[in-house]
């Protein structure tokens, strides 16, 4: 990683009227790296990818490409283009118009403006659209001729800012896929802006998580998901639960946490060889007969729990508990139903190696 | 008062009944003739008060002149053989280089004004545009005598340029052609300002920062894509200086003393002193036909878009 630094920010800062976005971020991208900056709205993403373009000047740092110092460099000059997040497709051109602007503005001639159009139009799977208005264009369309105007220029590195979030569910996998498949293909640097978890971590080489204008972590999805270092990157990444306890704080995945009374089948997999015999037992079990069965951890925790709610979101059955002390623990697992009610009292618990010790930034 | 009220009670009732009426159809119609109707007095308006004149006046132009005031009703077409008189044809040719000349130097000073106006925030967007609107709360005669009081000889403008000892003579500006197309730039200005600014101001921002991204310098971006989507707005600002500044007379009789004729001047003079209401017609018809060309050659180039500011 350290010999082949193809982009990096050192240092850089921020501030607009409404305060600092940036304080002070430091980042190393590597040459045909997909790396993905996520966080909450507001956090800074866009204005970190626009100083990457030259379209914001940073109050402080300096931005270096391939070893250059390009921070006062107007963004004609760089060797860097972007997909701005509502397109920002020139609405007086045609779609191929639209695509070769970039080749017009280096002289290119008309024969290979075209030539190279259609080529691009191939990649983007927009064959035999270039006459086309962008007025006549779906969102997904006008998403990849974006795209395509982009990469024509052949840029170093490619910002793309939330390139898929207006599009509907479906169309967004496929985008995902087709993504991905185009940065492989060429083997650009891409820096790639979403909110979307999921996403990131399908998408993304590293992920860099950001929260109120500074990086949390940039890591690997696998260490980003299994190893937060913070509350704030565990909750946000993994939609983990913040456990405080004896002055430490952990983060425990919701499908780690195992109902241990009342409620057989619960996470027996999570639960792992960690659980005693009769889990096994349990398995079989239908869920309406419930068995007076207790499962015991053999190294981890276990905590009295109140059910508090039952809910069904994103295909999974979330159950949401209170503990003694007043925290709130969210347990999930497939399925639609659970035979708990609200109010009803049990016990759930984890293993010792799903509770990550992490920084506590008070989320 | 009341006709309002009788007027919304009439609407509310109507809508009521085809609410309660059978189908989709029945409501249709129903809502087209009230639509019908409410555009009655428009219609009606723009029958009595544009059509019939502008026919009026064309059938006046083939009339003959009566003694003293008004028309004899004799067909003639000796008054557009008239214009073609050197006289009124070099008027008509002073009045177009005169258009020509205020909208050029409009278009130079009114486009940066109107498109860096449409980039300054709200607070200060409000600013400006009330400091382009407060002229207009006194009538634009009066406006013209204040430029005559700094203008003619000895006025504001000399006694302050000799009193700094810059010049030691009057300037002598009154009544001279420079003045008149100052006169011109200064009355019509604010149309460009704010034809130019309503197309800026809709412009999307981030296609300039495109254009940057994708390589091309800041110069290269004005003419590539700031220019050609504010062009709408440009051109509905020619159109709104241009047509005017060859019938605004009184710019010329005030600031050009009677030095400088336009066709505006013409057909004031055949109206008033020259009596002859067929000529003054005749003129106005021709001076019609042209920049109705203009405004067809406008709706050419800006295509099917909207005349932007005059509608
Ligand atoms: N030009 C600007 N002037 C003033 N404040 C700005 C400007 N641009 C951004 N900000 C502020 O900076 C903060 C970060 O903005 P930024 O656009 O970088 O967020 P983001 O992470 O991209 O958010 P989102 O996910 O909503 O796009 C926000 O609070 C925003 O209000
Ligand atoms: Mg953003």
Same mark, same amino acid.
């Given at each position: 990683m350290a010999d082949n630094i193809h982009l990096s920010l050192k240092g850089i800062r921020k501030s607009f009227k409404s305060g600092e976005v940036l304080k002070g971020i430091d980042l190393d991208i590597a040459q045909g790296e997909f790396i993905t900056l996520l966080g909450a709205s507001g956090c800074g993403k866009t204005t970190t990818i626009r100083i990457i373009a030259g379209l914001d000047m940073p109050d402080e740092g300096r931005v270096i490409l391939d070893g250059a110092d390009i921070t006062d460099l107007p963004p004609e000059k760089r060797n860097v283009n972007t997909i701005f997040q509502n397109y920002a497709l020139f609405p007086h051109m045609n779609v191929a118009d639209n695509i070769s602007y970039g080749l017009k503005i280096r002289k290119v001639s008309k024969a290979e403006r075209r030539a190279k159009a259609e080529e691009m139009l191939r990649l983007v799977r927009l064959e035999g659209r270039g006459d086309r208005k962008v007025s006549e264009l779906s969102g997904g369309q006008k998403q990849r001729v974006a795209i395509a105007r982009a990469l024509i220029n052949e840029p170093k590195v490619l910002l793309l800012d939330e390139p898929l979030?207006?599009?509907?569910?479906?169309?967004?996998?496929? @985008?995902?896929?087709?993504?991905?498949? @185009?940065?492989?293909?060429?083997?650009?640097?891409?820096?790639?802006?979403?909110?979307?978890?999921?996403? $990131?971590?399908? @998408?993304?080489?590293?992920? $860099?998580? @950001?929260?109120?204008?500074?990086?949390?972590?940039?890591?690997?999805?696998?260490?980003?998901?299994?190893?937060?270092?913070?509350?704030?990157?565990?909750?946000?990444?993994?939609? $983990?639960?913040?456990?405080?306890?004896?002055?430490?704080?952990?983060?425990?995945?919701?499908?780690?946490?195992?109902?241990?009374?009342?409620e057989a089948a619960v996470h027996f997999e999570g639960a792992g060889p960690g659980i005693t015999e009769s889990a096994q037992e349990a398995e079989s079990v239908p869920e309406t007969a419930v068995p007076a069965q207790k499962l015991t951890i053999k190294d981890g925790s276990e905590y009295d729990a109140k059910v508090l709610e039952k809910s069904f979101a994103g295909g999974q059955l979330r159950i949401e508990f209170e503990l003694k002390d007043g925290q709130h623990v969210v347990a999930s697992r497939s399925g639609l139903n659970s035979v708990l009610t609200a109010g009803q009292m049990t016990r759930i618990g984890w293993r010792a190696e799903h509770a990550v010790e992490v920084i506590d930034d008070g989320i | 008062?009341?006709?309002?009220?009788?007027?919304?009670?009439?609407?509310?009732?109507?809508?009521?009944?085809?609410?309660?009426?059978?189908?989709?159809?029945?409501?249709?119609?129903?809502?087209?003739?009230?639509?019908?109707?409410?555009?009655?007095?428009?219609?009606?308006?723009?029958?009595?008060?544009?059509?019939?004149?502008?026919?009026?006046?064309?059938?006046?132009?083939?009339?003959?002149?009566?003694?003293?005031?008004?028309?004899?009703?004799?067909?003639?077409?000796?008054?557009?053989?008239?214009?073609?008189?050197?006289?009124? !044809?070099?008027?008509?040719?002073?009045?177009?280089? !005169?258009?020509?000349?205020?909208?050029?130097?409009?278009?130079?000073i009114g486009y940066p004004y109107g498109y860096f106006m449409a980039r300054l925030d709200e607070k200060w967007k409000r600013i400006m545009m009330?400091?382009?609107?407060?002229?207009?709360?006194?009538?634009? =005669?009066?406006?013209?005598?204040?430029?005559?009081?700094?203008?003619?000889?000895?006025?504001?403008?000399?006694?302050? =340029?000799?009193? =700094?000892?810059?010049?030691?003579?009057? =300037? +002598?500006?009154?009544?001279?052609?420079?003045?008149?197309?100052?006169?011109?730039?200064?009355?019509?200005?604010?149309?460009?300002?704010?034809?130019?600014?309503?197309?800026?101001? +809709?412009?999307?921002?981030?296609?300039?920062?495109?254009?940057r991204d994708l390589g091309a310098g800041a110069a290269e971006t004005f003419f590539r894509v700031t220019l050609p989507l504010t062009m709408p707005g440009l051109l509905s600002g020619v159109i709104l200086t241009f047509i005017p500044s060859m019938g605004l007379f009184f710019v010329a009789d005030l600031l050009g003393g009677n030095k400088i004729v336009l066709i505006g001047n013409i057909i004031q003079q055949q109206l008033t002193k020259g009596r002859n209401l067929p000529f003054a017609a005749a003129l106005s018809v021709v001076l019609m036909v042209l920049t109705s060309l203009l405004i067809a050659l406008y709706r050419r180039i800006a295509g099917t878009r909207q005349l932007e500011g005059l509608i």
């Open positions: 979030g207006a599009l509907d569910l479906k169309l967004r996998r496929q @985008m995902q896929l087709e993504l991905k498949r @185009m940065q492989k293909q060429l083997g650009i640097t891409f820096i790639y802006i979403t909110h979307d978890q999921e996403e $990131a971590i399908n @998408m993304s080489d590293r992920i $860099a998580v @950001m929260h109120k204008g500074l990086f949390e972590q940039i890591g690997t999805p696998d260490e980003i998901y299994y190893r937060p270092k913070t509350s704030y990157v565990a909750n946000f990444v993994g939609n $983990a639960n913040i456990i405080r306890e004896n002055g430490k704080t952990y983060a425990v995945r919701s499908e780690n946490v195992v109902i241990l009374e009342k | 008062m009341m006709g309002s009220d009788g007027r919304n009670r009439n609407t509310a009732g109507g809508s009521l009944s085809a609410g309660s009426g059978s189908g989709r159809a029945k409501k249709n119609k129903r809502k087209r003739s009230s639509v019908w109707i409410l555009m009655m007095p428009l219609y009606a308006f723009t029958i009595v008060f544009v059509l019939f004149p502008l026919l009026y006046m064309g059938f006046l132009s083939f009339m003959s002149r009566a003694e003293v005031w008004g028309f004899v009703n004799e067909f003639t077409l000796g008054n557009y053989k008239r214009i073609l008189e050197p006289l009124y !044809l070099n008027t008509f040719k002073d009045s177009l280089k !005169l258009a020509f000349i205020s909208t050029i130097v409009n278009i130079f009330l400091l382009l609107m407060i002229p207009f709360w006194t009538s634009g =005669l009066i406006r013209l005598n204040g430029w005559i009081i700094v203008f003619r000889s000895n006025g504001i403008l000399d006694k302050l =340029l000799m009193g =700094l000892h810059l010049t030691d003579a009057p =300037l +002598k500006l009154l009544y001279t052609y420079p003045m008149v197309v100052f006169g011109m730039i200064y009355a019509l200005m604010p149309f460009m300002i704010l034809a130019v600014y309503s197309s800026a101001e +809709k412009m999307d921002w981030t296609l300039v920062e495109a254009s």
